[in-house]
């Protein structure tokens, strides 16, 4: 029977349909190389970091049956229940993560203690949370916590103490699970000794890290099939092992087997958990990468290839032991049939640099987003992919992570000692997600705050005896993360303390410039040819270091812009919503406000057009200001600012009032002006150290020739081009910050040691802003705060 007129065929149907399956089994797939290769390896050394110290006298066939089932059950509860059905709900528009969550309450409460916002933040499309932007509700925990600074302190410590421990990740699973992979070796004929197997993996461990700034696209296309083929190899052997030494061992898939297990080992299997806990390590790998596939792909592949891999090799594990009780030692390895053993050997080898990688590049996503947020310094991020949004390298944290994994690795030399350390890691992290979802149930999901006290209760309780059983683990290597933790995040907290602290003197002493303005007389200001650009921090007002260049040297540009370079809590900010533009005074003085917002998950590509950018947003607002466009999206609090205007960003537009001609050469012909100003151009060469310049795209600006145009846009666009031709020159603070002398010790230690050293070896400003140098006027300026 033909369909009636006006309704769609089944194919057509059909057809988006079967192409979002396809798209969600591709990534799915793609997932398996990034997100689980960590957790993947664990069986590599769960069993052999349970059955040590006083267990050991408790290696029987219940003992194990009940070890198993601990393990079945934790997978069941925390990665499967926890994450892929609640966690993995949280998302912030796409993006996860601990900084996720932060942000999400953030912008649902007043939490943040981020500087410069601006109600124009909230009117950002990826600022609404889900579909509904109905208002939040009000209550007295929100109310609490909104109004006590302190209680806000608190929530950001956690969240970097949070950080921190992931961080930590970075360093103890490529030491765990290389030396883990390696110690295969130790049940070959050739036994090798303790101090060769710790030299191969010190080798393979640097190759690791010294490969890291190709970037992962380069081998990409590998880690999938690499871990697919892992966990294809685990599988069969565990179900192997399940049938040919103890099928019985699927009984323990009962709960009743972890009471006989306490019964039993009373005390001892307590401190045992601290090794069970590891069979979850990686899993808050699901939700922090969730930006780079989809909630319904990671869950795809956990709950129908990860999750049944695992249990069906930890029983194979199981049942292995049960009737080999001394393999206990290196169970895994011992548990592979002998003509399998090399091809398991190299694969598990793989596998676990796989999950290395996976970590190591997640670090670096988490520096990042706490640079964004203003908790870490200034640091050096290389984009390895034109192609693949979001993977980057940093190298001073690549070298930091090296010298620190080698430390642990030749330090300890036993997987146990490291997955001590490693447990404390992992499970404070998924501690700290329990809390955070708590407020995020309440104050973004807007349940009831007893559902929320029911989530907390249960997942707490069970990680809460997981986290007191590897605490007692600290003084055989679980002190290690806590040290790391607290030296990465005084380093943290002192830095945003610093920043902030810097920024409310910005505040405090910003100028009027009506008021300066009126002094133009007395101080005899002059106006040069040019175009200046004023960097601050500031988002309203004129920034103090303006005000003690012009009172030093009594002249500026033609054409002034005032510059923000911002954060916001949103993980990605659209180009067409990037710039924000409006005036910093009346029309003749030529002063302009450019406010570039970015999310603390978007890239600050150096193209080098940043500049034309600029130009062409100036002079789409001159025009919309001129029609009364009424795109105008905040009205300032200063009496002197005026409206500003969400204009596009975007590179290859065209503005209605100005015509853009592109030339792809460095050196210009004689007949088009260069932006630098001639003496520019003629010492140039001395600070260019003899590099060949590079290609980059030159642009030329010209006034369109309308006659219907206002005179005074006409003669506003004209100075606004003449700027631009004449040079463009770039103004920034060199600030150095110190404790007033009545601050307390704590404070002056905080600041003129933490911060200040902080400040002087991490990168300046102007090159995080890919400021050319050639063009930079720095002020020199002391605050105290």
Known sequence: MEPESGSSSPRS??????????????????????????????????????????????????????????????LTLIPLVKYVF????????????????????????????????????????????????????????????????????GLLLVVLFGACMVIGDGVFTPAISVLSSVSGLQVTERKLKEGELVLLACVILVGLFTLQHYGTHRVAFLFAPIVIIWLISIFGIGLYNTIHWNPKIWRAL??????????????????????????????????????????????????????????????????????????????????????????????????????????????????????????????????TSRQ??????????????????????????????????????????????????????????????????????????????????????????????????????????????GTRKKYEFDL???????????????LQIVRVPGMGLIYSELATGVPPIFSHFITNLPAFHTVLVFVCVKSVPVPHVSVEERFLIGRACPRPYRMYRCIVRYGYMDIQRDNGDFENQLIQSIAEFIQMEADNTPQFTSTESSPVDGRMAVISARADRQSTSLIVSELEDYNLSPTIRSSRSPTLQRISPMFEDGAPPRRRQQVRFQLQQNPSMNAL??????????????????????????????????????IDFGYSFLRKNCRGPAVALNIPHISLIEVGMIYYV
């Open 86 to 153: 609640i966690v993995l709900s949280a998302d912030d528009n796409g993006e996860g993560g601990p900084f996720a969550l932060y942000s999400l309450l953030c912008r649902h409460a007043k939490f943040s203690l981020l500087p410069n916002q601006q109600a124009a933040d909230e009117e950002l499309s990826m600022y609404k949370y889900g579909p509904s932007a109905q208002a939040a509700v009000s209550s007295p925990l929100k109310r609490l916590l909104e109004k006590h600074k302190k209680l806000r302190t």
């Open 13 to 74: 149907l059909s057809q988006p349909s079967w192409r979002n399956h396809c798209r969600n089994l591709m990534l799915a797939y793609q997932s398996f190389g990034v997100v689980y290769g960590d957790l993947s390896t664990s069986p590599l050394y769960v069993y052999s970091s349970t059955f040590i110290g006083k267990l050991q006298h408790h290696q029987n066939e219940e003992a194990i049956f009940g070890a198993f089932s601990l393990i079945f059950w934790t």
């Open 508 to 522: 405090n002493n910003k100028v009027s410039l009506r008021w300066l303005l009126s002094l133009g007389p007395s």
């Open 254 to 383: 009962s709960p009743y087997y972890i009471y006989k297990f306490f019964r039993e080992t009373g005390k001892d299997g307590w401190i045992s958990l601290g090794g069970i806990l590891l069979c979850i390590t990686g899993t808050e790998a699901m939700f922090a990468d969730l930006g780079h596939f989809n909630a319904l792909s990671i869950r795809l592949a956990f709950a129908f290839v990860i999750y049944p891999c695992l249990v069906v090799q930890y029983m194979g594990q199981a049942a292995f032991l049960t009737k080999n009780i001394s393999k206990i030692p290196v169970s895994f390895y011992d548990s592979i049939p002998a003509p399998l053993f090399w091809p398991v050997f190299v694969i598990a080898t793989l596998a676990a640099i796989v999950g290395s990688q996976a970590v190591i590049s997640a670090t670096f996503s988490i520096i990042k987003q706490c640079h964004a947020l203003g908790c870490f310094p200034r640091v050096k991020v290389v984009h």
């Open 713 to 750: 846009v006409r003669e506003e666009l004209t100075d606004l081009i003449q700027a631009k031709e004449a040079g463009v020159t770039y103004i920034m603070g060199h600030s150095y910050v110190k404790a007033r002398r009545s601050s307390s010790f704590l404070k002056k230690m905080a």
């Open 388 to 497: 693949i949004y979001g993977q980057i390298y940093i190298p001073e944290i690549n070298w930091i992570l090296m010298i620190l994994c080698l430390a642990v690795t030749v330090g300890f030399r036993d997987t146990t000692i490291i997955g001590n350390a490693y447990g404390i890691a992992c499970m404070t992290v998924m501690f700290i997600t329990t809390f955070i979802m708590m407020l995020i149930i309440i104050f973004v999901w807007q349940k009831s705050i007893l559902l929320a006290a029911m989530f907390l209760i249960i997942f707490a309780s069970i990680e809460g005896v997981y986290l007191s059983a590897a605490v007692t683990k600290v003084a055989q290597g679980g002190w290690v993360p806590l040290v790391l933790s607290c030296i990465f995040m005084v380093v943290m907290y002192v830095w945003h303390y």
